[in-house]
């Protein structure tokens, strides 16, 4: 049965009553236990032949109810006796009082998602859980990796494991004991963190991924909770990372970093002397080409250039755009901000450029710029006036900051063009660098 929770949500009381008056008895004393019909989306297992799993999610997203119920559908058969695909589990956490009190005894663990006459019973003196079918699921911990050494399984849970200590050496024991059956898998429940063990797991051909954030669990978590962590972190590095499960990578020698862009936030700006639009267009308007990058940045002028400051306010690229749409959204995040012109790249379009936008707005004040030196050698001098710390950014920059930390003197480590940080650089080297190389001290008349 494939997920009915959707339905059930948005059908109407008649459709609801009608459904459920059509089961028997033993069909509605089975129903909660059914999570394929309540599961959201992200707790389904992918189809394929598939050995890694990996649910990433926000906080509270419903990763660890996915793998209780992954769990059971491993060890159960058709009835409580019968066996069912897996035999022995293997249960990995951070400690193993952790995985007794989440994976297996918390408000979503094994025996609470377990109906009664399949519930598994928890030998204490072993720690391990025991079916009626005479399946088992015994616990492992992170701090003690070489336990994992001798035993085998045919299936693995594996939780919160970007938080592992001894993460590597523990990950690559379980991967020689997971040997038994026609195709061993096993399902691992995180939030998302910059660590290699788990950046290696997901490039594996053979992982396959579901992703959730927080939101998408809100019928199951306290409206308080979601507003007050909402309201401290949406549109933060630490609200992508623990509420929208996103994972936030760093390249080896970034020009930035998550924890310097973090720090450097605001929500509010002072009076701005100048705003600017930067544009980085593609080389091509189809589908498959790169975004186009478009950044509005602000700064205060006043004084010597060593105390200027600039200021981060809107990421407004957009992606696979044809030339009409990313002019007509450079405009419009112009006359938002009241910006006093458009920068834009010109070496793949040269006066085609100015001409599509002067297309939208014929009186705009427009520079066109020309890229004389690589991406990474025209992004040193903007990368320094962020450790001068005299670059802030407002929240909900994500997709900036994500390849800003992609960034490295070599070049750019992430998937295809890095537009917005192009778009990032025209718009501080007009506003900051340029401008202070043309500043002149106000001469001061003497009587």
Known sequence: MKSGA??????????????????????LLALPWMFEFWALPHQLPPEGHWKSWVIMGGRGAGKTRAGSEWVRAQVEGARPTDPGRAK????????????????IYGDSGILACSPPDRRPKWEASRERLIWPNGATATVYSAHNPEKLRGPQFDAAWVDELAKWPNAQNTWDMLQFALRLGEHPQQVVTTTPKNVEVLKAVLKNPSTVCTHAPTQANRANLAKSFLEEVERRYAGTARGRQELEGILLEEAEGAMWSLARLEAGRVKVVPPLSRIVVAVDPPVTGHAGSDECGILVVGAVTEGPPQTWRAYVLEDASVK???PDTWARAAIAAKERHQADRVVAEVNQGGDMVENIIRQIDPLVAYRGVRATRGKAVRAEPV?????????????NLGALEEQMCLMTATGFQGKGSPDRVDALVWALTDLIIDASAHWQRPTVRTL
């Open 6 to 27: 959707g339905w059930l949500a948005s059908a109407t009381p008649e459709a609801t009553d009608e459904f459920l008056a059509g089961l028997s008895d033993n069909a």
């Open 88 to 103: 022995c589990v293997a249960l990995v956490g951070e400690s193993v009082a952790q995985v007794r009190d989440v994976m």
């Open 320 to 322: 696979s755009a044809s």
């Open 383 to 395: 990368a320094a006036l962020y450790e001068q710390g005299r670059v802030q950014h407002l929240p």
